[in-house]
C-alpha cells in the first residue's frame, strides 16, 4: 500500500486529534502535556504554515505539523513535528512525512528544517533522521521531562532545504 500525504481538512480532525493525543499522553516525544480538544486543535492545525495527513490504507495514519522556529531574522529557519498512529508504525508512514515536509518546507521559502528536541529515546525518529541525512547539533542533558517524571537528552538536528 501506498502512504498518500497532503493538506489536512476539516473532517481529518478527529483522527488527527487521536493521533496527536496519543504521542502526547505517551508522554516520552512531545513536549506539550496537555491533550487536544477539538476547539484547540482546530485553532493549532490552522495556525501552522502547513499541517499535512498521511493516508495508508484509506485512513489517516499520521500527521504533521510546519511552522517558522523562530521570527524575524531567523523565520527562514522551519521546525516541525511528527505524529504516526501507533496501530501504523513500521509502515514508512513517518519517513513520508518527513520527507514530504522537506519538499513543502522549501515550497514555502524555508533554508532549513531545524528540530529543537528530538528525545534521545526516541530511536526510531533518530535512525530515520539521520538516513535522510540530517545533521546532529549535540546533546542537550536533561533537556526533556518524561511522563514518569524523569528526565531524559535531546538532541537537536538540521537539515538545509
Known sequence: ????????RADDLAAMISIWNEIVEEGIAFPQDHPL???GAARFFQSQSFTGVAEFGGQIAGLYILHPNNVGRCAHLANASFAVSSLL??????????????CKGKELGFRVLQFNAVVKTNTAAIHLYEKLGFTRLGTIPGGFR??????EDIIPFYIEL
Not at 1 to 7: H, S, Y
Not at 89 to 102: A, I
Not at 146 to 151: A, D, H, Q, T, Y
Open 1 to 8: 500500500m501506498e502512504v498518500l500525504i497532503r493538506e489536512y
Open 146 to 151: 518524561m511522563k514518569n517524571g524523569s528526565f
Open 37 to 39: 480538544d477539538l476547539d
Open 89 to 102: 508504525r513500521g509502515k514508512k508512514v513517518g519517513e513520508s512525512l518527513v520527507l514530504h515536509s522537506l
